[in-house]
Antibody, heavy 122, light 110 residues
Framework: QVQLVQSGSELKKPGASVKVSCKAS????????MNWVRQAPGQGLEWMGW????????TYAQGFTGRFVFSLDTSVSTAYLQISSLKAEDTAVYYC???????????????WGQGTLVTVSS | QSALTQPASVSGSPGQSITISCTGT?????????VSWYQQHPGKAPKLMIY???NRPSGVPDRFSGSKSGNTASLTISGLQAEDEADYYC??????????FGGGTKLTVL
């Protein structure tokens, strides 16, 4: 069965970096694009962008350029989200989400990781 | 890209029907039939309930249905059940080749 398993919660100080992993299993990793979605405490979902798991080419949403980096290690079927120069407002749950096979524009997500809470506090 | 507009909360009694609206613009909801709906229980990851405005993925009960008129999409849940109590989010493909979510709606089953 398809599973996306994310790394555990992180507590970081402002200015530090964090790398969140999303390990996929149960399907061919390079056949489906991977997206990242942020959810700040008590807030809604925010699309961060996606990475082409075939080419490794990332696309970032507005507001997620510069400090945010999507990457892959296809040998272990894992996608990564790295955030540098962390700020308090980066405190959120970060989800990886696989594109639904029937999604024409890659805008629909059928499998989600369990989420990784990143807390930024001094 | 501004978030799609959803009511903050809706409520209904078991067995009743409720509808959640999702309003965007001609650059997203109104311009494409690529609206999805997600259900999120507290502390859990979102779950896909509807895609392409009105299609249900396998395993989603037919009590859940979707529609669209102009720039507004809607999710209707009929025969409301206690387990339907959750947050619901719409999303849409946009003319910028991005995805935008709605602000979310908290459904309370009375």
């Amino acid at each position: 069965q398809v599973q996306l398993v994310q790394s555990g919660s992180e507590l970081k100080k402002p200015g530090a970096s964090v790398k969140v992993s999303c390990k996929a299993s149960g399907y061919t990793f390079t056949s489906y694009a991977m997206n990242w979605v942020r959810q700040a405490p008590g807030q809604g979902l925010e699309w961060m962008g996606w990475i082409n798991t075939n080419t490794g080419n990332p696309t970032y949403a507005q507001g997620f350029t510069g400090r945010f980096v999507f990457s892959l290690d296809t040998s272990v079927s894992t996608a990564y989200l790295q955030i540098s120069s962390l700020k308090a407002e980066d405190t959120a749950v970060y989800y990886c989400a696989r594109v639904y096979s029937r999604s024409v524009y890659g805008d629909t997500f059928d499998y989600w990781g369990q989420g990784t809470l990143v807390t930024v506090s001094s | 890209q501004s978030a799609l507009t959803q009511p903050a909360s809706v409520s209904g009694s078991p067995g009743q029907s409720i509808t959640i609206s999702c309003t965007g613009t001609s650059s997203d909801v109104g311009g494409y039939n690529y609206v999805s709906w997600y259900q999120q229980h507290p502390g859990k990851a979102p779950k896909l309930m509807i895609y392409e405005v009105s299609n249900r993925p396998s395993g989603v009960p037919d009590r859940f249905s979707g529609s669209k008129s102009g720039n507004t999409a809607s999710l209707t849940i009929s025969g409301l059940q206690a387990e339907d109590e959750a947050d619901y989010y719409c999303s849409s493909y946009t003319s910028s080749s991005t995805v935008v979510f709605g602000g979310g709606t908290k459904l309370t089953v009375l």
